[in-house]
């Protein structure tokens, strides 16, 4: 039976250790269909590609012992330019789900990996930036030493409470007062982010959602559009419309305005 987007949201794991089982070629040509059909919605272009690290001895793409016998890797790079970090995380986002559809292993690497020479063997564009990596297999069954230290984040996940807020940012929400939106905000609250540290906030009012970030740095852009991509994607799953739009809300806060999600009673 095909799992929903919010079970393979809530299943996904991040896999260090790889079986030496090679992926077949026909599942190899579902995830390059599927990126080249993949989009976001904030008309960025996302460049992602498929590569055999045994196709490139000379450049040893290594990853710092961090990973334990890779298959294949992902590539995600883009333009360096305002809201493509964020367009990035959710089409990379979509991709990783989807190769979890299929039962493969992934995980996002964004500072244990040789950009150098990753970038060499994309041929990187001049003005274009490559934060991002995921080694794609099958699931091996003993962690590398490496990831044994890191550990899995999967479960430490902070509050509903803590992430969501009704109105303003003085009333905490739980899910039962999210109403359609509850499964959706669960969905963010399980996405994964550098460091597991969590930067969005979110405020629910009668206009709709509004992401705010605790941190700006350029992976936290990134940690950003997974947790966008975990929200339109249960949304539309569930059949709720609507679509992300800048609106600068005047809600009294410290953190950063991202953007705001608005049903399309709106529109």
């Known amino acids: 039976m095909k799992q929903s987007i919010f079970q393979l949201i809530k299943s996904r794991q991040s896999i260090r250790t790889y079986s030496k089982d090679p992926i077949d070629s026909t599942v190899l040509d579902k995830i390059q ?18 590569i055999n690290p045994d196709n490139y001895h000379k450049e040893k793409l ?4 961090v990973i334990k016998n890779p ?6 790079y883009c333009e360096d330019k305002p809201f493509c970090l964020e367009a ?68 430490k996940r902070e509050p509903f409470s803590k992430l969501f807020h009704k109105e303003d940012f003085y009333t905490p929400m739980a899910k039962r007062q999210a109403g359609i939106y509850g499964d959706a905000l669960e969905a963010v609250r399980l996405a994964p982010s550098s460091r597991n540290c969590q930067p969005w906030r979110v405020v629910l009012d009668d206009d709709g959602l509004h992401f705010y ?43 950063e305005y991202v953007i705001s999600w608005l049903p399309d009673k709106y529109f």
């Open 33 to 50: 269909n599927y990126i080249d059909e993949v989009n976001n919605p904030f008309n960025k272009k996302i460049n992602i590609k498929i």
């Open 62 to 65: 290594g990853t710092y012992g």
């Open 71 to 76: 298959n294949y890797f992902l590539v995600a």
């Open 88 to 155: 990035l995380g959710y089409t990379f986002e979509k991709v990783i789900l989807y190769c979890t559809s299929l039962d493969l292993g992934t995980v996002w690497l964004g500072g244990t990996f040789n950009k150098g020479k990753f970038a060499k063997a994309v041929d990187l564009p001049d003005g274009y930036i490559l934060p991002v990596v995921s080694p794609i297999g099958y699931h091996g069954s003993r962690r590398s030493p490496i990831g044994f230290m890191i550990g899995n984040n999967h479960n």
């Open 213 to 255: 970030t605790t941190k700006n740095r350029d992976m936290n852009k990134i940690d950003m559009g997974i947790a966008l991509c975990h929200l339109d994607c249960v949304l539309e799953e569930q059949r709720v419309k609507g679509r992300f739009k800048i609106l600068n809300p005047e809600i009294k806060t410290d953190y």
